[in-house]
């Protein structure tokens, strides 16, 4: 295969410049100073921080209620990625196999994702609402069944299922582009063999789809960790008693609210080192169950 | 050419300079009151700028108090602040630390402006003076907490406003007796009224160091006083039904139910006064009275809430100048009782509240009832224990309140372990407050 190659180094320089630049503006430099912080007690309207080590970082690694928010974070990331990968699945080879109306609501699907995660909790709040929402007729056939307002589980559920909803969208479409992408003389040659439906989506699409399956997956893991606040900031606010208080919207408690700048700063490096590493360890051992075509 | 130059240049400076004449002085006001106060407080502005043309001010509005502290302390950093913020209670201790600011006693004098201090009702500017005295900032929307109850409903059993918390259950009881359905108290968790306004009126400090006035080294110790009893009180009421847990994540907040006559009892501050008259439903028969107290003690004054008005440090002499003009305007008597009638915040300084009283202000429907806010801010002079709270961190140690009592309510714990695990963890924060600020003392 013949390489493109550019010879004048500086084109090829003063094109990707700009590019380095924004990741420079808004990924190392902020990075830089939140590490920075991480390791002082900065204060908040300035006028200088002391040095104070890994003080930070101890002070939340022995903070009962740091553990819950990673163990909350952790039970949203799972939740919503299996809910949303599954829902995406069906639904895409539901489109795959044409049937009947995949025309409109294959469109239908796309949608959700350009809805911004608030207007996503908004929507979500109100459906939940165990008052005013769809959930009274619940509550009225079963009272006191549904109470995301003192139920720290069902307020769980409740921002897994909207978070997930968002995320259907996106990998939705990636499924559908894998599924077409499969020769379909492979699949024929199966129907042909006698393979059922399920049969062949279970020995021929499936493991063709791994690949799309894996950036999936990886992008639906960082995606909860990182983009779940507008969620949670809309519908629960991280109650009640801290039972939706994931990591991302902690850090926004803590450094905005609270103005405890360097405990925030010190939480974001954590979250970035578990997303980094999170995604290091799907790269380094479920990649390599992964064969590409 | 170099005359056309210069014929140009000239001709440049004097665009300027007489553009420089005609324009007035602008400089920025960033605020966190919302909906109908935020409007009226924008209508201050309007007014400022249609009394004078040497200064125009522009008022930003933010949605809350939180948010407005938050974005001016970015901007600050950014060397973009405003000239005056409005900020809360909870901000003070930070930005006192900061000394990042004008003090507005200094500017006022500064710029020889007159202000007669001891007119301020002492009650409200101890809040935002330093331990010397020195007003650091500008009363403005001042506020306290009330008790608002349904007349109706304690007419029908023959009782009037409690005005212990032992009367105050008794009544619950009456009208829960008297008709099963209603609901007697709507609660709401406010740590402001529960524990700050309540240990105020006690005398009952919330913190060592006199509520943090004395020193950075300060402890909460709300866990060992009364506050313990009252917020078991409040939990076994819920248990007996007497009363409802209404905030807004259960469909309908506090004041929304009393003022759709669901609710006999509601605690809240007395700047919802004209927000109860304009929600209220038709025929709804209400007041509002003094906080209770416990039977068996004696009552003090009750602390300052909402916000005040500081002037940032790195401004222009002339935005200054601007400042502490549009302070004396919002200061002279009549714009201080437009906005008090406007709004349902009381007067800060007595020769507005005087006047108030003089001209019937308080007789009739619908500003009836708001002197008693009044009669509670300054039942005595503030004390020690009764000036307000100066504690760092406020805004997450309120949170750490809030989060632990609404476990305590959801049955994970008992109060006392819940209000134990709240001023550990409380105090954990004001140590690191003052280790941020290590080598700094309070003014």
């Known amino acids: ?26 990924f190392y430099w902020p990075t830089s100073q939140a590490m920075y912080w991480a390791f002082t007690l900065e204060q908040p309207w300035g006028g200088g921080n002391t040095w104070v080590g890994f003080e930070n970082f101890i002070a939340l690694l022995t903070d009962d209620l740091y553990w819950y928010s990673v163990q909350v974070s952790v039970i ?26 995949f025309k409109s609501y294959k469109i239908g699907l796309i949608w959700p994702y350009a809805i911004a995660a608030p207007a996503v909790g908004l929507a979500f709040r109100f459906i939940f609402n165990p008052g005013a929402g769809v959930m009274l007729y619940v509550n009225d056939v079963f009272p006191g069944a549904w109470n995301p307002n003192a139920n720290g589980t069902h307020a769980m559920i409740m921002v897994i299922v909207a978070g997930a909803w968002k995320q259907v969208a996106y990998n939705f479409i990636f499924f559908l582009a894998g599924l077409q992408s499969i020769p379909r003389s492979l699949v024929e040659a199966g129907a042909m063999d006698g393979a059922r439906v399920l049969r062949r989506m279970r020995d021929i699409q499936l493991p063709l789809l791994a690949p799309t399956f894996f950036f999936v997956l990886v992008i639906n893991i960082t995606d909860s960790f990182t983009d779940s606040f507008g969620i949670v900031d809309t519908m629960t606010g991280g109650g009640p008693a801290r039972a939706t208080n994931l990591m991302v919207y902690k850090i926004f408690n803590d450094g905005f609210q609270g103005l405890d700048y360097s405990g925030a700063a010190a939480q974001s490096i954590i979250l970035m080192f578990l997303v980094v590493s999170l995604t290091f360890v799907q790269f380094r051992y479920i990649e390599r169950k992964v064969h590409y075509t | 050419m170099n005359r056309t130059i210069t014929t140009v240049t000239a001709l440049g400076l004097a665009l300027i300079g007489s553009a420089a004449a005609a324009e007035p002085v602008k400089f920025e006001y960033w605020y966190g009151l919302t909906g109908d106060l935020g409007a009226r407080l924008a209508d201050t502005c309007t007014r400022f700028n249609d009394a004078q043309d040497a200064y125009e001010i522009s008022c930003i509005s933010y949605d809350g108090y939180e948010l407005v502290v938050q974005s001016a302390i970015a901007a600050f950093r950014a060397g973009k602040a405003p000239t005056i913020l409005q900020s809360f209670d909870a901000g003070t201790a930070d930005l006192m ?33 330093s331990s010397k005295g020195e007003l650091f900032s500008m009363p403005f929307n001042s506020s306290t907490a009330v008790m608002y109850y349904n007349v109706a409903d304690l007419e029908k059993v023959g009782l009037k406003a409690p005005e212990t918390w032992e009367d105050f259950e008794a009544a619950m009881k009456a009208v829960k007796a008297a008709d099963p359905a209603r609901c007697g108290f709507a609660y709401e968790p406010s740590v402001w009224i529960d524990l700050e306004q309540f240990s105020a009126i ?49 469909g309908a907040t506090s004041q929304d139910t009393f003022a759709q006559n669901i609710c006999t009892f509601y605690f809240g501050s007395i700047a919802s006064h004209s927000s109860v008259h304009l929600k209220a439903v038709e025929g709804l028969n209400w007041n509002v009275a003094m906080l209770p107290i416990y039977a068996g003690t004696e009552r003090r004054n009750s602390v300052v809430g909402g916000a005040s008005l500081w002037v940032l440090s790195g401004k222009s002499e002339a935005e200054y100048r601007g400042a502490a003009e ?98 550990e963890r409380s105090n954990a924060m004001l140590a690191k407050f003052a280790k941020t600020y290590a080598g700094k003392t309070l003014p």
């Open chain 1, 76 to 101: 949203y990331a799972i939740g919503s990625t299996v809910l949303a990968i599954g829902m995406a699945l069906i639904l895409a080879v539901f489109v795959d196999r044409q049937l009947r109306g």
């Open chain 2, 97 to 129: 630390m900061s000394g990042e600011f004008y003090p507005v006693q200094k500017m006022m004098a500064d710029f020889g402006i007159d202000v007669d201090w001891s007119n301020y009702f002492p009650g409200i500017t101890n809040y935002y003076a």
């Open chain 2, 326 to 423: 549009y302070m004396k305007f919002v200061a002279l008597p009549e714009q201080e009782k437009w906005f008090v009638a406007n709004t349902g915040y009381i007067p800060v300084t007595k020769t507005a509240f005087a006047e108030l009283t003089a001209e019937g202000f308080y007789n009739d429907a619908p500003f009836k009832g708001r002197e008693v806010a009044m009669k509670q801010l300054t039942f005595t002079e503030p004390g020690p224990l009764t000036r307000g709270y100066r504690l760092g961190s406020m805004i997450q140690t309120r949170a750490e309140w809030k989060s632990e009592v609404e476990a305590a309510f959801n049955g994970q714990k008992t109060m006392q372990e819940a209000l134990d695990t709240a001023v």
């Open chain 1, 1 to 26: 295969m013949k390489r493109a190659v550019f010879n004048n180094n500086w084109v090829a320089a003063a094109m990707v410049a700009p590019q380095l630049l924004i990741i420079f503006i808004f």
């Open chain 2, 202 to 250: 006690h005398n009952l400090g919330i913190a060592t160091n006199n509520n943090g006035y004395d020193g950075l080294d300060t402890q909460f110790t709300y866990n060992t006083t009364l506050h313990v009893k009252h917020m078991e009180n409040i939990q076994r009421w819920m248990t007996e039904g007497l009363a409802e847990m209404k905030t807004a994540a259960t």
